[in-house]
C-alpha cells in the first residue's frame, strides 16, 4: 500500500496521532526485556496504524467511536486519581481491588495466606519468568493486533494476581470507575491472572461510573489481561459493563488453560458507547473445560461487539459459548464465536448458541458462529438466531392483566436471565439481572 | 342465580386474516351460571373465546359484545383482565426465564393497583396461594418452575385453573380445557372449576366433547356450527350430541331437538 492511499484510510489520521504520542512517552523502569518489547510494541503500532473495515476481525466495529480520543499518559501518578464518589460493590464478601481513572488504587491488605495481588512493577520482580512469558507470547504484528501493541508498548498500570497451588482464594472485586466528566483520554491497563494447580479463584470486575446521576464518563480503557490457569484450577469470571452511555471499553483476555482445569465466564455489557470484547482461550491439556457466557442489552446507539475464539489444543476437552442479545433502538451488536478443535484433540465437545432479540427495525446484529475442526471423534453443535418477542406469550401475559410493556419488559428479561442464571451467588445473578431490566429498550416499536 | 346480564353477545361476526369465522353468533349468559359452547372442529368455539378475551389478529366485523353492560371491544387485553374477564388458554404459553409465582403476582397485582386495591407483598401472595394450591392438588414444585415450561399437558391445564382461583375471576372462559387431559387429571381440573362456582362468576366451557360436562355440569349447553349457535338446551343436550356425533346436526338433527333445546331466540 502506498502512502498516499493509507492516509485515506479511516482512522489513520488518529493512528498518527497516536503514533506521536507513542514516541513521547517514557519506557517506565522495568527490566530490560520488558522496555525492549514496549519499544517493539510501539514500532508495530506506528508501521500497522488501526484497523480499518476491511480488516475482517474490525469489520463491524469501525475507529469512527475512537477519533476524540487522546491516548492517557503512561505512568499517571497515584495522586492524580481523584477520589470521587463509586458505586457500591456489586457483591458482598469479596475482596475489593479499586482502579480509578486507569490507576491502581493501594491493593487491600490482610489477603489470604497464598493469595498475592500487587501492582504491575512489582508482580514483574516477583513473578518475572512467568510474566515474561506471558508477555511475549502476545502477538504484536498487523493493524488487527493494533490495542494489544499499543497496550504493550505503553501499560505501566497493572495488576498481577496469583493464586498458590490448592487455594482457593475466594471472591476478588475489581472494581473499575472514571471520574464524573473525564476527558476523552484511553488508558491502558495489563493484568495477569496466575493460578497454580488445584488453585480456585472468582474474579468479578465491574465497570460502572455513572451511578444515580453522576455526569457521564467519556473515558476509554483498552485492557490486556492474560491469564494461566494451572492442572485442575477454576476461575470464574463475571465482567458486568453498565458505563456511561460516553464510555468505550476494550478488553481482550487470553487464557491458557492446563488439563482438567474450568473457566466459568459470565459478560455482560448494558452500557458504554462502545465496548469490544475478544476472548481467546487456549484448551492445553486433556480434560479442560471452558463454559463461556455473555449478554448484552442495547439501546441508542450503544455498539457491542464480542469476540470469542476457544482453541482445543488437546483430547477431551468440552467447551460453550452461549450469548444472547437485546437490541433496541439504533443500536449494533456483533458476535463472533469461533471453535477451532486442532488435529488430536479427539473427543471434544463444542457448544456455540448465539439467539438475539431484535426489538427495533434500526437495531443490527451480526452474529456468526465459526466451527473448524481437525479432529475425530468430537461432538459439535452450533447455531444463531435472531427474532422477535413471542407475540403469544405477549398476548397471554396481558389476558393476566399486566400491561404491554411490562409483558414485553418481563419476556426480554427473561431472554437473559438464561445467562445471568449462570452466575454463582444468588445476591450478584439478582443485581445483574437488575441492571440488565433496568437498560432494557424502551417500546418504541 | 341472579337476573343480572353478565355477557351479552349479540350478531357478532368475526374474521381471522380476512376469513369469516364468526357469523351471527347471540350468546347470553347471567351471573353465576355455567354455560358450555360445543360444537364441531372449525365451528368457530375458539374464535369466540379469542374474541372475548381480546387476541390480536381477530376482527370483529358487526355486531356487539356487552360484559356487565359495557362494551367490551373497546377495551384492550389487559384491561378486560383487569374488569375480571379470565381466559384459559388451550395451548397455554411456555414463558422460559419467567418464575411463575413472580408472573402471578405481578398478575394479581396490575388488576389490585387497577380496581384501585392495596399490592400484596410476597409474604401476603404466598399466604393466598397456599390456600389455592391445596385446593388443586397443585405442588409446591410448579410454583418455583418458569411459567409451563417443561410442564406436562395435564400441569399446563391445571395450573391455567390454578391462575384462574388466585385472580379470581368475575368471567371465566375455559377454552378446551379438556383437550389431552386423562381421566384423573380431567376430575382434578373439573373439580377446581366447580369450587370456583359462585352466585357472583359466570363460566363458559368451550369444549369438543362432552366428557368434560360430567364433572362439570352447566346450566345451558350451546351448539356452535359454522359461526353460529343453532340450538341450545340444557345439560342433556350435550349427552344427546354426544350420542349422535355432529354429523347429526348438519344433516337437520336440529329440527328433532327435545323441548329441553330451543333456539336461543325462542327463549329469550
Not at chain 1, 152 to 176: I, P, S, Y
Not at chain 2, 138 to 151: C, K, M, Y
Not at chain 2, 238 to 249: F, Q
Request: proline share 4%; hydrophobic share 45%.
Amino acid at each position: 500500500m502506498t502512502e498516499q492511499q493509507h492516509m485515506k484510510m479511516p482512522g489513520a489520521e488518529l493512528a498518527g496521532r497516536w503514533a506521536a504520542a507513542l514516541g513521547a512517552a517514557e519506557p517506565g523502569p522495568a527490566p530490560t526485556w520488558l522496555r525492549e518489547l514496549r519499544a517493539q510494541a510501539a514500532g508495530e503500532f506506528r508501521a500497522a496504524g488501526l484497523p480499518h473495515r476491511k480488516v475482517e476481525a474490525w469489520k463491524y466495529t469501525p475507529m469512527r467511536a475512537f477519533e476524540n480520543y487522546e491516548l492517557a499518559a503512561a505512568a499517571p501518578a497515584l495522586a492524580t486519581a481523584q477520589a470521587f464518589e463509586v458505586p457500591a460493590p456489586l457483591c458482598d464478601r469479596a475482596i475489593v481491588v479499586d482502579i480509578r481513572d486507569g490507576v491502581l488504587m493501594a491493593p487491600p491488605a490482610g489477603l489470604p495466606d497464598g493469595l498475592s495481588v500487587l501492582p504491575l512493577g512489582a508482580g514483574v520482580e516477583r513473578f518475572e519468568a512467568r510474566l515474561r512469558r506471558l508477555y511475549e507470547s502476545v502477538e504484536l504484528q498487523g493493524a488487527t493486533r493494533a490495542f494489544a501493541a499499543l497496550n504493550t508498548a505503553l501499560a505501566q498500570q497493572g495488576l498481577v494476581v496469583h493464586v498458590k497451588q490448592g487455594l482457593d482464594a475466594g471472591r476478588l472485586l475489581l472494581r473499575w470507575a472514571f471520574s464524573p466528566g473525564a476527558a476523552a483520554t484511553m488508558s491502558q491497563f495489563r493484568v495477569f491472572l496466575l493460578l497454580d494447580d488445584d488453585a480456585q479463584l472468582d474474579l468479578v470486575e465491574q465497570f460502572m461510573s455513572s451511578w444515580g446521576g453522576v455526569e457521564p464518563t467519556a473515558a476509554g480503557l483498552n485492557l490486556v489481561c492474560q491469564a494461566e490457569l494451572g492442572e485442575r484450577a477454576t476461575l470464574r469470571q463475571t465482567r458486568v459493563q453498565a458505563e456511561s452511555d460516553q464510555a468505550l471499553l476494550l478488553t481482550a483476555m487470553t487464557l491458557e488453560q492446563a488439563a482438567d482445569s474450568r473457566y466459568v465466564f459470565s459478560g455482560f455489557d448494558c452500557g458504554a458507547a462502545l465496548a469490544r470484547h475478544e476472548l481467546n482461550v487456549r484448551l492445553a491439556g486433556p480434560g479442560a473445560v471452558a463454559e463461556i457466557a455473555g449478554a448484552f442489552v442495547l439501546d441508542g446507539q450503544r455498539h457491542t461487539d464480542n469476540h470469542v475464539c476457544v482453541e482445543h489444543r488437546a483430547p477431551n476437552c468440552s467447551s460453550e459459548q452461549f450469548f444472547r442479545g437485546v437490541l433496541g433502538g439504533r443500536s449494533r451488536g456483533v458476535f463472533n464465536g469461533r471453535a477451532l478443535i486442532q488435529p488430536g484433540a479427539d473427543g471434544s465437545s463444542v457448544r456455540q448458541s448465539n439467539a438475539n432479540l431484535l426489538l427495533s427495525p434500526l437495531a443490527e446484529i451480526d452474529t456468526k458462529p465459526e466451527l473448524e475442526i481437525y479432529a475425530d471423534e468430537v461432538e459439535a453443535s452450533h447455531g444463531a438466531t435472531v427474532g422477535q418477542l413471542d407475540e403469544t406469550a405477549v398476548f397471554y401475559m396481558r389476558s393476566r392483566g399486566l400491561s404491554e410493556g411490562e409483558a414485553r419488559r418481563m419476556l426480554t428479561g427473561a431472554f437473559c436471565r438464561a445467562v445471568t442464571d449462570r452466575v454463582q451467588g444468588s445476591g450478584l445473578s439478582g443485581r445483574i439481572a437488575e441492571l440488565l431490566d433496568a437498560a432494557m429498550p424502551g417500546n418504541e416499536m | 342465580m341472579s337476573d343480572i346480564t353478565m355477557l351479552e353477545i349479540r350478531n357478532l361476526h368475526a374474521t381471522v386474516g380476512g376469513k369469516p369465522i364468526l357469523k351471527g353468533l347471540d350468546l347470553s349468559v347471567r351471573a353465576g351460571e355455567v354455560h358450555a359452547v360445543m360444537g364441531p372442529n372449525g365451528s368457530g368455539k375458539s374464535t369466540l373465546a379469542s374474541v372475548v378475551a381480546g387476541r390480536e389478529g381477530y376482527e370483529v366485523t358487526d355486531g356487539e359484545i356487552l360484559y356487565r353492560g359495557r362494551n367490551l371491544l373497546e377495551l384492550a387485553p389487559e384491561e378486560r383482565a383487569c374488569e375480571g374477564i379470565f381466559l384459559a388458554f388451550q395451548y397455554p404459553v411456555e414463558i422460559p426465564g419467567v418464575n411463575n409465582t413472580y408472573f402471578l403476582r405481578a398478575a394479581l397485582n396490575a388488576q389490585r393497583k387497577y380496581r384501585g386495591e392495596p399490592e400484596l407483598d410476597s409474604m401476603q401472595f404466598l399466604k393466598l396461594v397456599r390456600e389455592k394450591l391445596e385446593v388443586l392438588h397443585i405442588s409446591d414444585d410448579l410454583l418455583h418452575r418458569a411459567v409451563n415450561e417443561g410442564f406436562s399437558g395435564g400441569e399446563k391445564k391445571r395450573n391455567e385453573i390454578f391462575q384462574m382461583a388466585v385472580l379470581e375471576p368475575t368471567l371465566a372462559i375455559l377454552d378446551e380445557t379438556d383437550s389431552g387431559l386423562d381421566i384423573d387429571a380431567l376430575k382434578l381440573v373439573a373439580e377446581g372449576v366447580n369450587r370456583q362456582r359462585s352466585p357472583d362468576r359466570s363460566i363458559i366451557v368451550v369444549t369438543h366433547y362432552q366428557r368434560l360436562l360430567d364433572y362439570i355440569v352447566p346450566d345451558r349447553v350451546h351448539v356452535l356450527s359454522d359461526g353460529r349457535i343453532v340450538a341450545s338446551g340444557a345439560a342433556d343436550l350435550a349427552l344427546k350430541l354426544e350420542e349422535e356425533g355432529y354429523t347429526w346436526l348438519e344433516q337437520g338433527g336440529i329440527q328433532a331437538l327435545d323441548s329441553g333445546a330451543n333456539p336461543p331466540a325462542a327463549r329469550a
